[in-house]
């Protein structure tokens, strides 16, 4: 009342967002990674098991067996999958905001986003591989 203080200035917007981004990203790369590590772990299972089931008919156990491991191996990379949506917003906010601003954030999401497509990536290609190899 009659201080004439001026008011404290408003943050820019996202600036808090901005400040804990580096450790969302280093959490989200983190995820990304031990969910690769699971899904590395289970290839070799699931290779073995569509390796040994290489020209057996569909319904037989063995090919039951490594279409099992098959969707299992799909499942596992569901984790990174979750990880990569989040750092896809992640970018697109901060790509949004290098338009018009700096591009610090930028910076710290996009090796990140790249980094986890990449895995993601191999993680497809693998994938793909052994279905075709087990035909379904």
Do not use: C
Not at 9 to 18: F, N, R, V
Not at 80 to 93: E, K, Y
Not at 104 to 115: G, Q, S
């Amino acid at each position: 009342y009659g201080t004439r203080q001026p008011a404290a200035p408003m943050p820019a917007p996202g600036a808090a967002a901005t400040a804990d981004l580096p450790a969302r990203v280093t959490a989200l790369r983190e995820k990304a990674t031990a969910s690769h590590t699971r899904f590395t772990a289970q290839q070799v299972s699931a290779t073995k098991l569509v390796d040994a089931a290489k020209g057996a008919a569909p319904g037989t156990e063995a090919w039951s067996r490594a279409a099992i491991a098959l969707a299992a191996l799909s499942t596992a990379r569901g984790e990174g999958m979750n990880a990569l949506s989040d750092l896809d917003r992640l970018l697109i906010a901060a790509t949004e905001a290098a338009a018009t601003g700096p591009d610090d954030d930028l910076k710290v999401v996009a090796p990140a986003h790249r980094d986890v497509a990449a895995l993601l990536g191999e993680e497809d290609q693998t994938i793909a591989a052994l279905s075709d190899k087990l035909g379904s």
